[in-house]
Structure formats: structure tokens, C-alpha cells
């Protein structure tokens, strides 16, 4: 009888004493990010029309509406290039705005980055 308990207790304790699924916070950062940049590569390209340096980009910002729960406004920069990683260098400042299953472009600002900034965005 003692060992059919002690059974029904490690088997309770094994099923029920793990989580079964993750919360967002569990996951790193990194990965977040990865997954979001992934998924803002083929509106990135629409907006910039020309290559990025990838994994160069960066979120500004991740705001979400005041009034919809599920829309949310996504502020990313990346830097662009002309031919073979040649100058001149471009910073585009892209905010998109996620409703539902749509990416839509909201505000777009781009500069060039003068050499004596190259240092700020590890280009060189």
C-alpha cells in the first residue's frame, strides 16, 4: 500500500509539478526580438527598397493603443547601404503599426549618417 503511494505521489508530482506551457516573459529577449524582425523583414524592404544590415537592427520602441488591446506600434531603426556595403550609409527610423494579422507602415524618417557616426552603428 505504502509503495502504490508513494507511486500516485511521484507520478502526481511529476505531472503536475512542471509547466506545461511558457509564459513570454521566459523566453530571452534576444529570441523576442529575432522572431519580431523576422516577421518585419518584407514590410522593411517595401518601405527602405534596398538591403540592411541584418542583425543591425534595433526596436526604439514597442507602444500599444490606448483604446485597441490587440494593436500595437513598433518603432525600429536599421541602416542601409549602397552596392557591397558601401556608403552612403542611410538611418531609417520605420514605425509600423501591428492590428490583428496586418503590418501596416505608420511614420518613416531616414538620414545620412555622416563618417563621423559610423562608429555609433558598428559600421567600418
Known amino acids: 500500500m505504502k509503495k ?4 500516485l505521489v511521484i507520478l502526481f508530482s511529476i505531472v503536475f509539478g512542471f509547466p506545461n506551457s511558457f509564459n513570454a516573459s521566459e523566453f530571452p529577449q534576444d529570441v523576442m526580438e529575432a522572431a519580431l ?7 522593411i524592404l517595401s518601405v ?4 540592411w544590415f541584418r542583425d543591425n537592427e534595433k ?3 514597442i507602444k ?3 483604446e485597441y488591446v490587440d494593436k500595437f506600434y513598433v518603432t ?6 549602397q552596392g557591397l556595403h558601401n556608403p552612403p550609409y ?7 503599426r501591428f492590428a490583428s494579422n496586418e503590418v501596416k507602415t505608420i511614420d518613416y524618417f531616414n538620414r545620412v549618417i555622416p563618417e563621423s557616426e559610423w562608429h555609433k552603428f558598428q559600421l567600418r
Not at 502504490?4 to 507511486?7: G, I
Not at 527602405?48 to 538591403?51: N, P
Not at 525600429?76 to 547601404?81: D, G
Open 4 to 7: 502504490l503511494l508513494l507511486l
Open 37 to 43: 524582425f523576422r516577421q518585419l523583414r518584407a514590410p
Open 48 to 51: 527602405v527598397g534596398t538591403d
Open 59 to 61: 526596436i526604439l520602441e
Open 64 to 66: 500599444q493603443d490606448e
Open 76 to 81: 525600429v531603426q536599421v541602416v542601409t547601404f
Open 90 to 96: 542611410m538611418q531609417e527610423i520605420i514605425t509600423f
